[in-house]
């Protein structure tokens, strides 16, 4: 069965649009996933997300698993209705949750044992268990559970490691070609890892493109690296994941890192920006970004951004949300949390009709004029 | 012209259904108002209070003069235009938040001068000031300021207080005439005071309608005295208010005092019961209250009330929310917040069908019977 059909294909740039095809609907790509780690994305109701587009969010095994528990999920009837969301997750394995969160980790061959960040408790997390937990979630694309590093990380630990995420992924394939008939509309990524190291890289897409995935993602981005060092990693890796399979970098999302992935044939990413950074304030618009907290937006009555037919822009201005973030109101954290995944879906429908006429170069072209003004 | 129509009284009790007729459109009273003090209703958004039949919410004088300030909201072309709300809106006058909030607050003759409790600035508050505040704001109903005794208050105390209110209630009316057209929509509206002592709540209403006011409101109560004599106090007193004009009891809400309430011929009322409350995890049903913080609610699949079919209820179950409030998710606030204000105005508008139909008594107890069960 079809799980992945590519539409289209820039003629300048290794850019792409297609489908992914799951039981809860298709996802145009190139996709932006919201992130909503503990089953929601944070501020936002899942009737919003449906409003602006949001096709396929990203949620979270690590913290699913340790709040509320499998039981509570199970018993709902899985994830999508435990928060009744009715179109496409993808949940990533929790091998970034433990590197970052989790109080205490111990890596061994066979798993990872861990206590919860929220209680203390002990647990142990294996290839199999994670695509387990995965199972019950109903997730519509799982993730092998991986080991994430650090940066900056020796080559000799990023070598280990990346070969230590290779055998836990082939474990998980091993189980869920186990747990699932042939013909299961489910799906399972690879992770690619390495750290920064071009050649531990491109090992890594080739022995997991040996055993064969339904997509592939490049984990272990985003973690404090220059930004020269994730470009060049995702301009030379990309290019050697199977074309035939949809592509993820995990964990990114700016609007500059999303034109950079697309143009190197990446199709899927997720990132907390919209959503942590309008909390804190910060609106993107196609000028550029704002801080709503600066006084300067005290008297301007203008919409975040004039250009934006989202909600929030066609009905308040700078000025009001300027004061409800001075008034410490929750409604501020919701209206740059929406306006701001409005702007990133918005973004990337708007690239993928660009790829569709040909005009992706020119295009990009013209944003970055505007997106460099403020 | 116009600006309060009775169509229909109850015929066992003194409960009556009518209409505020605004600039910003048609109140249906009794009518519960939100609490929306800095110009937004905590955690919820206009277009979702206009969706659950909100027509009129309360915002503050006060807090709107010291943040944004009255620059900021004049220039943006008054309060509806800033927070982008086209219907109805009354505004408190500062007294209570006077005697509640501010750092400072030293009352004479003349006014109130007080320190802000944002940034510690000093203040001067006149009964003129503040109508002309609530001018600037664009106030479809304004309140006189008053001074809002504490519980308890000495018989001295509250009779120099319910004094010096009648005296600034009349500077208001003054200042409000000299400043409006005679065929002005706006209203302004008389606070009777007098702490818990009835004769001089007596006194009070015989003072404050001899000037003449386009309504009249109890203030003074849920200060935290006794309920009994709360009861009290609005039983005895809101009969002698004039008839043919709206009557308000400010900052009650519960679902048992808006019964009390609209029985005794009360009109208007608001509290941050459904918000603040929501915010801290209590569900209104028609079961009565529930804490979604509780564990008894993990595996709850049920929605928050199953007569309820409010978007809430009908998207989310009990085990979704307790989730959310476990998880520190901001969705919890808005949900519980969303619900319990559709709760109240469901509610109310229930009541007025009933009052309608000739069924009030028998609507009530039946409200009871299945209210008491939790």
Chains 1, 2 share one sequence.
Request: a neutral charge; aromatic letters at 10%.
């Amino acid at each position: 069965m079809e799980k992945f059909i590519i539409e289209k294909k820039c003629r300048d740039t290794k850019a792409r649009v297609g489908r992914i095809i799951t039981a809860y609907g298709e996802v145009e790509t190139p996709v932006f996933m919201p992130v909503g780690t503990q089953g929601t994305v944070k501020a936002v109701s899942n009737s919003e997300l449906r409003d602006i587009g949001v096709q396929l969010f990203i949620s979270n095994t690590y913290h699913l698993y340790i709040r509320p528990g499998m039981d509570v999920i199970k018993n709902a009837g899985g994830l999508h209705k435990f928060i009744n969301w009715d179109r496409a997750i993808i949940t990533d394995s929790g091998g970034f949750q433990l590197h970052s969160l989790a109080k205490y980790c111990k890596v061994n061959n066979e798993g990872a044992e861990f206590k919860s960040h929220i209680d203390g408790s002990t647990h142990f997390f294996t290839p199999e268990k994670v695509i387990e937990i995965q199972n019950h979630l109903g997730s519509d694309i799982m993730m092998c559970f991986d080991e994430c590093t650090s940066y900056p990380c020796s080559r000799d630990y990023a070598e280990q490691s990346m070969e230590l995420t290779f055998r836990w992924a082939k474990r998980c394939k091993k189980f869920f070609l186990d747990t699932h008939p042939v013909d299961t509309e489910q799906q399972v990524f690879g992770i690619v890892q390495g750290s920064t190291y071009l050649d531990l890289r491109r090992t890594s897409v080739q022995e997991l493109t040996d055993v064969g995935f339904d997509g592939y993602a490049l984990g272990g981005l985003s973690v404090g690296e220059p930004k020269e060092i994730m470009d060049e990693i995702i301009t030379e890796i990309v290019p050697l994941l199977p074309e035939e399979k949809p592509r993820y970098v995990m964990g990114v999302g700016t609007p500059e890192d999303i034109w950079t992935c697309i143009e190197n044939g990446v199709d899927m990413f997720d990132c907390v920006i919209p959503t942590k950074n309008g909390r804190n304030g910060q609106a993107l618009t196609s000028s550029g970004k704002l801080n709503l907290k600066n006084a300067v937006h005290k008297n301007d009555y203008s919409p975040l951004d004039s250009e934006c037919p989202c909600e929030v822009c066609r009905e308040y201005t700078k000025a009001y949300i300027h004061h409800l973030f001075r008034s410490g109101e929750l409604l501020a954290l919701r209206l740059l949390s929406l306006h701001n995944l409005y702007f990133l879906i918005q973004l990337v429908g708007s690239i993928k009709k660009s790829i569709r006429s040909g005009k992706f170069v020119s295009e990009k072209k013209k944003f970055f004029e505007n997106y460099g003004k403020l």
